[in-house]
């Protein structure tokens, strides 16, 4: 039972074009959530999160927006940069539990 | 500097062969956890720890061991390899369960 789920396997945008990638849970005890990136050959790395207490939290080019009636929170990479390729993991948790739950990933690819 | 270190980064090996893949953290980390990522199905949690002596299953446990001796070393254990365990294998640490976490670069097992 895949509890956190990113439906679009992969997505392309035009450099300097938004980026938007999706999220979906079905977990309504979820009231942490997070993006993380992951190049090629390395580990993932934290991105931006939103606590459930919030609707959007911003960290320059980055941010989160969460909807929590209808479980779901994207990502908005604006202006998106050749450098932004990457997979993009949306992750989230349950306070008072040890453990996060990731989505499949999406494959964002940002072309010149 | 900060780190999430495993190895070995490459291991391939046979049926049966029982294999450790260590992984240490230098931030002094309460909580510790190993994933596999595998195509389409994202980052799953196999076990993880949420301090010494700790440990938990995550969503994908069986087949696998780990022990916490130590804060810093959290070793993932294959007592007899299968090639449904050819994966690539993370992992990371956090202050606490929820928290955000980081990785280790990734060990990419192959079971013949």
């Keep these: 039972d895949q509890q956190v789920k990113?439906?679009?396997?992969?997505?392309?945008?035009?450099?300097?074009?938004?980026?938007?990638?999706?999220?979906?849970?079905?977990?309504?005890?979820?009231?942490?959530?997070?993006?993380?990136?992951?190049?090629p050959?390395?580990?993932?790395?934290?991105?931006?999160?939103i606590s459930s207490i919030k609707d959007k939290n911003e960290d320059g080019r980055f941010t989160v927006f969460l909807n929590k009636s209808a479980k779901h929170l994207s990502l908005h990479i604006v202006p998106s940069q050749p450098g932004d390729s990457a997979v993009y993991f949306c992750a989230a948790s349950e306070e008072g539990y040890g453990k996060l739950t990731f989505g499949q990933g999406t494959i964002l690819t940002v072309h010149p | 500097e900060a780190q999430v270190t495993q190895n070995p980064r490459y291991l391939i090996t046979v049926t049966g062969k029982k294999l450790t893949v260590t992984c240490s953290q230098n931030m002094n980390h309460e909580y510790?956890?190993?994933?596999?990522q595998d195509p389409g199905l994202g980052l799953r949690q196999i076990y993880y720890s949420m301090n010494v002596e700790v440990t938990d299953k995550g969503d994908v446990p069986e087949g696998y061991k780990v022990?916490?001796?130590?804060?810093?070393?959290?070793?993932?254990?294959?007592?007899?390899?299968?090639?449904?365990?050819?994966?690539?294998?993370?992992?990371a640490?956090?202050?606490?369960?929820?928290?955000?976490?980081f990785f280790g670069p990734g060990t990419r097992l192959t079971v013949l």
């Excluded at chain 1, 990113?6 to 997505?11: A, D, E, K, M």
């Excluded at chain 1, 392309?12 to 993006?35: A, H, K, P």
């Excluded at chain 2, 022990?67 to 992992?91: A, D, G, H, M, V």
Aim: neutral net charge.
């Design chain 2, 67 to 91: 022990s916490r001796k130590e804060k810093r070393n959290f070793p993932l254990i294959l007592e007899s390899p299968s090639p449904n365990q050819t994966s690539l294998y993370f992992c």
């Design chain 1, 41 to 49: 050959a390395e580990g993932p790395t934290f991105l931006i999160s």
């Design chain 2, 93 to 101: 640490s956090s202050l606490g369960g929820g928290d955000e976490q």
């Design chain 1, 6 to 39: 990113q439906n679009s396997p992969s997505l392309s945008v035009q450099e300097g074009r938004i980026s938007i990638l999706n999220c979906d849970y079905t977990n309504s005890m979820f009231d942490y959530f997070l993006w993380y990136k992951k190049y």
């Design chain 2, 32 to 36: 510790m956890s190993w994933y596999r």
